[in-house]
């Protein structure tokens, strides 16, 4: 239920009706907005006497939310969410775009330094890379690990690049204190304890898109590490699998002004593994660009043939430094069509 209070209402008298709320055992989440303040109401609201609420002076409306996602609902925070990222508070969202840039997995210092420095000088503001790695086959790289956190920490302090890497074990949580964003792969994005764990947590979440999850299964995900109190998610669309093989897997664009349409958490787009082609990477970026996604995550190798995971889809620096300078083009584009 959303409750939309008059405008210029009193601050106690909100808190007045948030308090009875609660007291019923329900949720709240405010959103205060430059007119009005709304209250959103989450748990059993059937019980709520409805008329009684919208007959109150201070409201001007209720109504029920009938999707099952609530704190990410956009009828809950009609504004688009920023999130803060690292010690320099980077905002992402609400047209504060980013691009995430670096490898696959982390190799070795030297690597992850070249490409932190190399991706940074091409318009990079965060840097990604693996230290733990959902590898299809056991055989393959399992990621550097706690090594691999400790070389992009070193990374950060060299370029000052906020840090991005994914975790697949709550267990791990304590090796990402210093870690700016914890991404949740896309074989994860249902580890429900995973993400109840990363909900008591206040650093922001990068949750991926599972290979055959709906956007209504990836809002539901987010709404799991909302429901435990953090809300800094930023969703991402990293193509789903279908029938088609010449790409990795497709990379649904319609995906990103549907979500934008859903939620106030912003959406940035994964080129990279959505096509699992080098060459591919820059005529999607572009477009997700141009579709209104808040960011992209690319990945960038100094030496792709040798890469350790996923070189077929790294860009090689001078590649990025291209795509980069494409998006910039795209962006000044889009800012001339609303100016
Ligand atoms: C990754 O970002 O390296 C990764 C494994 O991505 P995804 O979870 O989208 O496959
Ligand atoms: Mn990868």
Redesign the pocket.
Known sequence: MVIIVKPNTKEERIQDLIHWIEAQNLRTHVSSGDYSTIIGVIGDTSKLDEDLISGLDIVEGVKRVSEPFKSVNRKFHPQDSVIEVGEQKLKVGHGNFHIIAGP??VESEEQIISVAKSVKAAGATML?G?AF??RTSPYDFQGLKADGIELLLEAKRETGLPIVT?IMNANHLPLFEHVDVI?V???NMQNFELLKELGRTDKPILL?RG?ANTIKELLMSAEYIMAGGNERVIL?E?GVRTFETATRNTLDLSAVPVLHELTHLPVIV?PS?ATGVARYVKPMALAATACGADGL?I?VHNDPPHAL??GAQSLRPEQFEDVARGVRAIRSTLAGLEG
């Open positions: 696959c997995s990604r693996g790695k959902p994914e991404q792969g896309a074989r991926k290979l991402c990293r994964d593994h995550i990945e995971c996923d």
